[in-house]
């Protein structure tokens, strides 16, 4: 279970890359916006059936701890691939209270604005 987010971002690096081949071979010149989320949790419990697997920060790593190498495997190997890439970085837990936040609201919302700024403008879509 150690490396559990790192396995599962490799996982989603090789479906993004199957993703961006898939639209850009059905011809034209698609638009391919890829959007991410990374948790930052302080804790996790990840589950194999019934058995949980609780994050303890040493052998389990806590999704903040490995989050920042997540963000960077997913930005080097993936981002390049689209037009536009975009991380939302949050704080989940799965455990009561369930608890759901953004890591910096502001940051997400300044990013979302530029994304879709850039796309208009690389498109020259008029709002």
Same mark, same amino acid.
């Given at each position: 279970m ?6 599962? #971002?490799?996982? #989603?690096?090789?479906?993004? !890359? %199957?993703? @961006?081949? &898939?639209?850009?071979? &059905?011809?034209?010149?698609? #638009?391919? #916006?890829? @959007? @991410?989320? @990374?948790?930052?949790?302080? /804790? ?14 040493? %052998? ?6 490995? &989050?920042?190498? !997540?963000? =960077? =495997?997913?930005?080097?190997?993936? !981002?390049? =691939? $689209?037009?536009? $890439?975009?991380?939302? =970085?949050? %704080?989940a ?7 759901f ?8 919302? /300044?990013?979302?604005?530029? &994304? ?5 403008? %690389? ?5």
């Amino acid at each position: 279970m150690a490396k559990a987010m790192i396995k599962r #971002v490799d996982r #989603v690096i090789g479906d993004l !890359a %199957k993703q @961006i081949t &898939a639209f850009r071979a &059905a011809g034209g010149d698609p #638009v391919c #916006v890829g @959007i @991410i989320g @990374i948790n930052h949790a302080d /804790r996790y419990v990840s589950y194999e059936g019934e058995r949980p697997w609780p994050t303890d920060g040493r %052998k389990y790593k806590h999704p903040t701890q490995e &989050a920042p190498d !997540a963000e =960077r =495997r997913v930005l080097a190997m993936a !981002a390049p =691939r $689209f037009d536009e $890439f975009l991380v939302l =970085r949050f %704080k989940a837990r799965n455990e009561p209270p369930f608890q759901f936040g953004r890591l910096d609201e502001r940051q997400t919302e /300044r990013d979302y604005g530029a &994304a879709l700024t850039r796309i208009a403008r %690389k498109y020259e879509v008029r709002f």
